[in-house]
């Protein structure tokens, strides 16, 4: 053989070899990498604020989320005022709960405020023929919510009654709840003991028009809300009224483009979404015994949030690019079976950690969306779906969902920051997810608020944070997490799941390096 020839073919097996053995010292490289998510967070002057009021609440009149939960009336042994139980109140104060939603709900399309006014024993009683069938006394009314709403020093958010309901009925309901001067509703007001009106700002026009609000069709609801929104207010709504339009169910696009097409922008405050975490409605699954594929299933609707505000807010997008209009999504939360023994139609079911993980990551994608997300109200408050609060008798408990709720509301009226990285999957029957959710924001004192969630049921993921540009130095975090994921608190242990110090990290170099283990919420704070 010619020897050139020999050195150039060695030669160029050689080169072969190092190819390989790069390639393979590149991949284990990016896999080593792969194990840790890396996450940025930045500066930005021109990012929104994250409104307040994307963490509210709504009570309905529903099984016992009012009667029997709120209000147990001035005549019980539990500690009250008015009627409204003193513990539920100091509670909700501690979530620095902005807003609350009420009577409804389906409920809403059924009531007449009018019932609800005046001496207790004059009042009429209603059939609650959605929530069990119950019947009930009309003992707490606008009076009762409103008063109760300045107790939690919240804003109150009303729903009026489209379906069943009239336009001089809405428009009265307004005069006697925010008319300072005379007139036949502030006279009638008065009468009833409130002499200052409340000043309502917050007003739903209607519920679920394409379901139990009256199973309109988009085109027909578009023209009910302006007729309804025009006599409510005056020619400028001078009154500063939020009116804001029964939105779509989940992913009905067409109904949020109908509404934005129809109704003057001038006219419309906001549009509701309603999106439940539902593995299935016929077979919804049990709130504390589910196996992995059913959180799976639910952790898979949660963060559909995602794409349905991504593509709600598109459309807004095309009618108002300045986003003057909020998207309100005013019913969200998981939803399961009831609790074994319960009434079906009263909706109680207990509260796991899938449930923290949840609101966690839901949260997270509302702060995110902060452009045009400006409200939600978690579905619901006490004793009802995905509760913050769970009674029995004298006896009350936090949820996980409540503190959750609570690291949270660190981010209300803070300057969002946005972050940039890829998230790890989480993989369960050959189907994927992303296992890390995440969001930041700083308040105007200058701390740093970044709330993490790890949604993998079954590892921890590693996480590294750059924080060089937001100048931070100093560093604090808690954690929401528990031994299983469907760990609960109960009356006989109501604290197994609280907020604990988290310790599981360090900063290098400008980076904070932690572990969060699996289906846990992490806050952390920076300064």
Known sequence: MNINLFINIAMKIIKVKSVFLILILTTLSTYSQNNTTVISVNNDETSPIISKHIYGHFAEHLGKGIYGGFFVGDTSKIANTNGVRNDIIEALKKLKIPNLRWPGGCFADTYHWKDGIGPKENRPTIVNKWWGGVTEDNSFGTHDFLNMCELLG??????GNVGSGTVQELADWVQYTNFGGK???????????????????????GNEAWGCGGNMTADYYANEYRKYATFISDWENSGGLVRIASGANSADYNWTETLMKNIPSKMLGGIALHHYSVIDWSKKG??????????????????????????????????????????????????YEVEKGTTPGFLYQQNTMRDAVLAGATLNIFNNHSDRVRMANLAQCVNVLQAVILTDKAKMILTPTYYVMQMYSVHQGAKLLPIKFESPLYTFNNKSLPAVSVSASKDKSGQVHVSIVNVDVNKENSIEINISEIGVKEISATIVTSKNVQDHNTFDNPSKIQIKEFKNFKIKEGNIILTIPPFSVVMLEGK
Do not use: C
């Not at 919240?154 to 729903?159: A, D």
């Not at 609707?301 to 807010?313: C, F, G, I, P, Q």
């Open 286 to 335: 049990d709130a504390v015994t589910f196996t992995e594929d059913q959180y799976f299933a639910t952790m898979s609707e949660a963060l559909k949030m995602e794409e349905l505000v991504t593509k709600h807010a598109a459309i807004m997008d095309k009618y108002d690019p300045k986003k003057k209009i909020d998207l309100v999504v005013d019913e969200w939360g998981g939803w």
């Open 183 to 205: 007139s036949p509703m502030s006279d009638l007001r008065k009468e009833n003991g409130r002499t200052e009106p409340w000043k309502v700002k917050y007003w739903g026009i």
């Open 154 to 159: 919240t804003e109150p958010y009303l729903s």
